[in-house]
């Protein structure tokens, strides 16, 4: 079991539930290391201690988003609530595996890149990957549809690191995904949501509450 990620998604877990209870909601219960080693023995990979750990804290977040009365543009989604991404289940990360390494339609940079968090989990155009090779076990990679596979250059190089940048944001609005201009945290009809507050992309932004 990795401590960082048990330290930083302590902290994530803590803070939804005080402030954004329907993201909170959307936390599954954990995978089993009986479902982990099935899924290794089934891709041929040893999974990184940083997925193993985060998956047997959570295994991913629901499927469906939780329907909200007062988002009447249906914008709102209460499982991205990191930096706009959801977490990836057990089963979503062996089948789109599967889908980004097919020799068919996939490339073979994609081979040991397993991918745990995206924006559109069951239609995944993008997404983040950490790495099961032996040379870089653990490295954070990033995928979308029109670019090839590129490792983290700089910033968090971990998923701990990452989820710690996550923490950082939400508790003091501090690190690294906090900074001038772009994206921040704030919060709307009981969820975590990413948004410009210079520019906001939320149909009902007046909704949306930036922490700070």
């Known amino acids: ?48 201690d940083d997925l193993r750990t985060l998956l047997r804290l959570h295994n991913g977040v629901a499927a469906e988003t939780a329907e909200i009365e007062e988002d009447e543009e249906g914008e709102v989604a209460n499982t ?47 997404c983040w990957l950490v790495s099961a090779r032996q040379e870089n076990t653990g490295a954070l990679a990033r995928w979308d549809e029109y670019s090839p596979l590129a490792t983290v250059g700089s910033g968090p190089q971990t998923i701990g690191a990452l989820l710690d940048a996550h923490a950082d944001a939400l508790e003091s609005g501090t690190g690294p995904l906090f900074g001038p201009g772009g994206d921040v945290p704030g919060l709307v009809y009981g969820c975590l949501v990413w948004d410009d507050p210079d520019h906001p992309s939320l149909y009902d932004s007046e909704a949306w509450t930036p922490l700070r």
Do not use: C, H
């Not at 977490?87 to 996939?106: A, E, F, H, M």
């Open 80 to 126: 991205k609530f990191l930096k706009n991404q959801a977490l990836l289940s057990l089963d979503q990360i062996v089948y789109q595996y599967r889908r980004l390494t097919d020799p068919n339609i996939g490339s073979s940079d994609r081979q040991g890149y397993l991918p745990w968090l995206a924006p559109e989990p069951a239609d995944m155009m993008s």
């Open 1 to 48: 079991m990795s401590d960082a990620v048990i330290r930083a998604f302590g902290r994530i877990d803590m803070w939804l539930e005080r402030n954004a209870p329907l993201s909170y909601q959307s936390l599954q219960p954990p995978a089993t290391d009986s479902e982990i080693v099935a899924a290794e023995n089934e891709l041929g990979l040893t999974f990184p």
